[in-house]
């Protein structure tokens, strides 16, 4: 057999491939990924937590969740269930082993699984510490899966368009110091009911009347406009969080203020008469997009 022998030329430029593609690979990893693993200070573990009133009844999914830790708090502090999701197999057993230790790995567990394939539907709460390039990536997933009211919180990270509902920033020595303070960011955001389209409105009892909404919706934030007897008025005061709702429709020289509930295609509940009057129901049923 006739042997090959490369020029040193040629030797160099496939060495020079080959370490280009082991750039490249590495450079990509972090879009893959979520980023690089670096482990959340347990003072922001616990703010996060206390953030999203973790309880009893919670079911805690946290994606990209590196050492568990986010996990294995709310099961061991909050009594709540939970599940990890992280690519890195050596970082998911040791969270699975760690669970053992702890007492806790009849509430929670963990999964060698990419986030974007990961099942959302049991969470009562989402938390995330992922890059600003992930978090826009899987902003459509997180807002489009989860029902309203679950609570999203994020570790200094957040979803761009998609507003948060609350946030605070607070020192923390154990982090790397950006422009020389260690601070964390923690942001909220309260999955918000789906409310955009047509609505009929119906006010019950003496003062009551029809209305037909039409509202368009951003997120947690909405406007529109109801028309009642051929005239038109604008919502006003609107307020979304989650399932509850809150509005007001001019009526004379008042307002009629709405406070209920949204549960799929219809809404409930009392609103505060312009007259002055005590309380009355009201309901909603949506007629479409």
């Given at each position: ?21 082991v ?8 879009d893959?990924?979520?980023?690089p ?30 050492d ?15 599940f ?8 998911v ?7 053992k ?9 963990f ?5 974007f394939k ?11 510490y ?32 998609w ?6 920033s ?14 964390a ?19 019950e ?9 039409d509202i368009?919706?951003?997120?947690q ?9 051929g ?6 005061l609107p ?14 020289p ?13 809404m ?22």
């Open positions: 057999m006739k042997k090959v022998v490369q020029s040193a030329p040629l030797r160099l430029a496939v060495a020079i491939m080959m370490m280009a593609a750039i490249a690979a590495r450079a990509a990893e972090p893959r990924t979520g980023g693993y670096v482990p959340t200070p347990q003072v922001v573990v616990d703010q996060m937590l206390h953030m999203a009133r973790v309880g009893p009844d919670d079911f805690v999914i946290d994606l990209g969740s590196g568990g830790v986010i996990v294995l708090t709310a099961a061991k502090q909050f009594k709540a269930r939970g990890g999701v992280e690519i890195d197999p050596e970082l057993k040791q969270s699975n082993d760690r669970a230790r702890l007492g806790v790995a009849d509430r929670t567990a999964q060698v699984q990419d986030v990961a099942d959302l539907s049991r969470a009562t709460v989402l938390t995330l992922l890059l600003p390039s992930m978090m826009t990536s899987l902003q459509p997933k997180v807002f489009g899966e989860l029902r309203p009211g679950v609570r999203v919180v994020s570790h200094d990270y957040h979803f761009g368009e507003q948060p509902d609350d946030h605070m607070f020192d923390v020595p154990e982090k790397e110091a950006v422009n020389g303070v260690p601070r960011t923690i942001y909220l955001w309260i999955v918000p009911a789906r409310i955009a389209g047509r609505w009929r409105l119906d006010i009892g003496p003062g009551g009347g029809a209305y037909e909404l368009r919706q951003n997120f934030f909405f406007e529109g406009s109801a028309l009642a007897g005239r038109n008025v604008k919502v006003e307020q979304l969080r989650g399932e509850t709702i809150r509005f007001a429709l001019a009526s004379g008042g307002r009629h203020v709405f406070n209920g509930r949204v549960t799929g295609n219809s409930q509940g009392t609103v505060d008469l312009a007259s002055g009057r005590s309380l009355a129901r009201w309901s909603a049923t949506r007629l479409g997009n």
